[in-house]
């Protein structure tokens, strides 16, 4: 890894008893939405996983009409044809360039990634040995993925002095050698939240709050079924601890009338 470590931020689905927050998994969808899907493709991902138990939790009938608002590729028809028709639920969501070489010929020559496991695929080394206790695999700290994600929408800034930028290139702080084809993506007040009963704004509009949210979404679509697998993780090393304790109460009392 090339640059500083990005800053960790406070995850409400950090630690053991880490929760994904709904709220805050439903604004990231619209960060998704608005701006990343212009050229990030999330393939993995279905309309209808946004209600799912556990996700952002829209319903069955906000993920229809959501569905019905994208023209996703179909075929072949009885004669043979491909052709669009709006989506369903069922559909995964359509990717905003049709192949790869597409995408990297839109963006200057790099393919954006896809989003369905990036905040997974992307983790980073602090250099010492937190990692024994980052990847625990229950009870750790492993919000790397969403950590650099926010980061990196946060880390935009002028090159030093004398850099020599390529064309097309940007200049990241946390980008690994710091130059990325990805313009900054966001700017503050780009994206208006839904508004309180105090026609507040639910969250700040803010990047760094823009990039908390989208990072958390990714985070969900990259593994759904965290609570669970915290949830049983919890249970095994219960398990595991009262286990102990019965076996060496079991060894006692065997061995106690020897020597
Ligand atoms: C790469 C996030 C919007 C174009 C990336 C990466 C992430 C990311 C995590 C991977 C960086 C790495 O490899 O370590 C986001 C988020 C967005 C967003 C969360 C919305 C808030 C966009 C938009 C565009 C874009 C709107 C196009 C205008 C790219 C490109 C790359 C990239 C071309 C590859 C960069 C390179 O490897 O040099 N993005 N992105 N992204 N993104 Fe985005």
Not at 79 to 94: I, K, L, Q, W, Y
Not at 109 to 133: E, H, M
């Amino acid at each position: 890894h090339g640059g500083p470590i990005p800053p960790r931020v406070h995850w409400s689905f950090a630690g053991m008893f880490g929760r994904f927050d709904t709220a805050q998994l439903q604004r990231g969808f619209q960060v998704y939405k608005e701006v990343c899907s212009n050229c990030h493709s999330m393939k993995l991902v279905s309309f209808r996983n946004l209600a799912q138990e556990g996700g952002p939790d829209f319903s069955a009938s906000q993920v229809k009409a959501l569905a019905a608002t994208y023209q996703v590729k179909d075929g072949p028809n009885d004669s043979g044809d491909m052709f669009e028709r709006p989506g369903r639920p069922a559909d995964a969501f359509p990717p905003p360039f049709p192949n790869d070489q597409a995408a990297a010929a839109a963006n200057g020559g790099k393919a954006p990634p896809d989003f369905s496991v990036i905040a997974k695929a992307r983790t980073f080394s602090r250099g010492n040995l937190t990692f024994l206790y980052d990847w625990l695999p229950f009870v750790g700290y492993s919000e790397q993925g969403p950590d650099y994600i926010h980061g990196l929408l946060n880390g935009y800034e002028d090159p030093p002095k004398d850099f020599q930028m390529p064309e097309g290139g940007h200049y990241n702080k946390y980008y690994p050698g710091h130059i990325i084809a990805m313009p900054p993506p966001l700017s503050d007040g780009q994206i208006t939240y839904a508004k309180d009963d105090k026609g507040q704004p639910v969250a700040p509009e803010t990047v760094d709050q823009y990039g908390k949210d989208v990072a958390a979404f990714l985070m969900w679509a990259a593994e759904p079924h965290m609570m669970d697998r915290k949830a049983l993780g919890f249970r095994v090393i219960l398990f595991l601890i009262i286990l102990s304790g019965l076996l060496y109460y079991v060894k006692k009392k065997v061995w106690s009338d020897v020597g």
